[in-house]
């Protein structure tokens, strides 16, 4: 400041303070010194490029992508801005853009793991993963102590059930090289709770919500974890505190009814399936779910009309038929437990209780077609 007011043409000194101020977040101030420093310094590149960080921080991925593209105008070799603009493109999810960005830094500056890490990214959400997986390899084998891209690699191998030992050790190497990443400990815990290892998984959620204890994710996780387990008393206080933490947490009503229906507490299954289809009422799943605790409290007329919505909503949910069937066979409606039944089969030839049930109905009604006169 004392510099520029000393010298109002001092270029360097406005584009300087506006790096200090970006590092203490202030973006509006930030951004008003890079102006000044190109309106006095046209054709130097990086106040351009700064000023597009800046933008990009402040969540203007238009403007940030405006100022890179005027830096790589000014200097077709600058290996950061096309970076950055790809993490501009990104954060866009225009991908195929974000990708060719990351591949001109790479191949001018092929040594920097970042490049590579950040285009590993892009192939991810793009759902290429494949080339995801070469590219955080290539970024390891550049830094070894790469953490994130050892935990990035991890969550494309943890997509793969045959991967999870893979997706185990990176993860392990990520926390290994940054005891405190919560997301790792998470994931390691989704890869063990997949792998059937529960003890594993609940410690892992359980480091992840010492870190995070803020984050919903890893007592949702915790939760799901004992459920399976059995232990629906801890499942439940898991999901309770991640409601807790967001309310609108979907998931976490329908799992904690879910405990609550294997405790046989169909009242307050009931009320989180409920709070569950109101903040998801697209969800077949709830209303299957709700339908089956009304159906074990022996409330049929609401039961079938849970099971009726979540065919609507997924018409080839074989397992909404069955039940319906079930329902209508315990309010002695034969004809449309058969129909339900040959609904089920008809999606799914195999099922066995759909088979066992339209006998059970047969056999009823021939018994009592016999005992009539």
Same mark, same amino acid.
């Given at each position: 400041?004392?510099?520029?007011?000393?010298? =109002? $043409?001092?270029?360097?000194?406005?584009?300087?303070?506006?790096?200090?101020?970006?590092?203490?977040?202030?973006?509006?101030?930030?951004?008003?010194?890079?102006?000044?420093?190109?309106?006095?310094?046209?054709?130097?590149?990086?106040?351009?490029?700064?000023? *597009?960080?800046?933008?990009?921080?402040?969540?203007?991925?238009?403007?940030?992508? +405006?100022?890179?593209?005027?830096?790589?105008?000014?200097?077709?070799?600058?290996?950061?801005?096309?970076? %950055?603009?790809?993490?501009?493109? $990104?954060?866009?999810?225009?991908?195929?853009?974000?990708?060719?960005?990351?591949?001109?830094?790479?191949?001018?500056?092929?040594?920097?793991?970042? *490049?590579?890490?950040?285009?590993?990214?892009?192939? $991810?959400?793009?759902?290429? !993963?494949?080339?995801?997986?070469?590219? !955080?390899?290539?970024?390891?084998?550049?830094? =070894?102590?790469?953490?994130?891209?050892?935990?990035?690699?991890?969550?494309?191998?943890?997509?793969?059930?045959?991967?999870?030992?893979?997706?185990?050790?990176? #993860?392990?190497?990520?926390?290994?090289?940054?005891?405190?990443?919560?997301?790792?400990?998470?994931?390691?815990? %989704?890869?063990? $709770? @997949?792998?059937?290892? /529960?003890?594993?998984?609940?410690?892992?959620?359980?480091?992840?919500? %010492?870190?995070?204890?803020?984050?919903?994710? =890893?007592?949702?996780?915790?939760?799901?974890? #004992?459920?399976?387990?059995?232990?629906?008393?801890? +499942?439940?206080?898991?999901?309770?505190?991640?409601?807790?933490?967001?309310? +609108?947490?979907?998931?976490?009503?329908?799992?904690? *009814?879910?405990?609550?229906?294997?405790?046989?507490?169909?009242?307050?299954?009931?009320?989180?399936?409920? @709070?569950?289809?109101?903040?998801? =009422?697209?969800?077949?799943?709830?209303?299957?779910?709700?339908?089956?605790? /009304?159906?074990? @409290?022996?409330?049929?007329?609401?039961?079938?009309?849970?099971?009726?919505?979540?065919?609507?909503?997924?018409?080839?949910?074989?397992?909404?038929?069955?039940?319906?069937?079930?329902?209508?066979?315990?309010?002695?409606?034969?004809?449309?437990?058969?129909?339900?039944?040959?609904?089920?089969?008809?999606?799914?030839?195999?099922?066995?209780?759909?088979?066992?049930?339209?006998?059970?109905?047969?056999?009823?009604?021939?018994?009592?077609? %016999?005992?009539?006169?």
């Amino acid at each position: 400041t004392k510099a520029i007011a000393l010298n =109002p $043409s001092h270029a360097d000194a406005y584009n300087n303070r506006g790096n200090a101020f970006s590092k203490k977040s202030n973006y509006i101030r930030a951004i008003a010194d890079y102006t000044k420093a190109t309106n006095l310094e046209p054709n130097d590149a990086d106040p351009y490029y700064n000023r *597009g960080n800046a933008y990009h921080l402040k969540g203007d991925y238009d403007r940030a992508i +405006a100022d890179h593209t005027q830096a790589i105008a000014l200097n077709p070799a600058y290996a950061d801005a096309y970076n %950055n603009r790809g993490n501009a493109f $990104s954060k866009k999810s225009d991908y195929v853009r974000a990708i060719a960005d990351y591949t001109k830094a790479t191949n001018l500056e092929p040594n920097n793991a970042a *490049g590579y890490y950040n285009r590993g990214n892009a192939y $991810s959400f793009k759902g290429d !993963y494949d080339r995801a997986i070469a590219d !955080y390899t290539k970024a390891i084998r550049l830094n =070894p102590n790469f953490a994130d891209a050892y935990y990035s690699r991890g969550v494309i191998h943890g997509r793969k059930e045959n991967e999870l030992d893979r997706a185990i050790a990176d #993860y392990t190497k990520a926390i290994a090289l940054n005891p405190s990443h919560a997301d790792a400990y998470n994931n390691r815990g %989704n890869a063990f $709770s @997949k792998k059937s290892n /529960y003890i594993r998984a609940i410690a892992d959620y359980t480091k992840a919500t %010492n870190l995070e204890p803020n984050d919903a994710g =890893p007592y949702y996780n915790r939760g799901n974890a #004992y459920h399976l387990k059995g232990d629906y008393d801890r +499942a439940i206080a898991d999901h309770t505190q991640a409601i807790a933490l967001n309310p +609108a947490y979907a998931d976490a009503y329908n799992n904690r *009814g879910y405990a609550f229906s294997k405790k046989s507490d169909y009242v307050r299954a009931i009320a989180d399936y409920t @709070k569950a289809t109101n903040l998801q =009422p697209d969800n077949a799943a709830r209303y299957f779910r709700r339908g089956n605790a /009304y159906r074990l @409290k022996g409330d049929y007329d609401r039961a079938i009309a849970d099971y009726t919505k979540a065919i609507l909503l997924n018409p080839a949910d074989f397992e909404a038929y069955y039940n319906r069937g079930v329902v209508h066979f315990k309010k002695s409606d034969h004809l449309r437990a058969i129909a339900d039944c040959d609904k089920a089969l008809a999606l799914n030839p195999e099922y066995v209780d759909a088979h066992k049930l339209r006998g059970q109905i047969h056999k009823e009604k021939g018994d009592k077609e %016999n005992l009539e006169p």
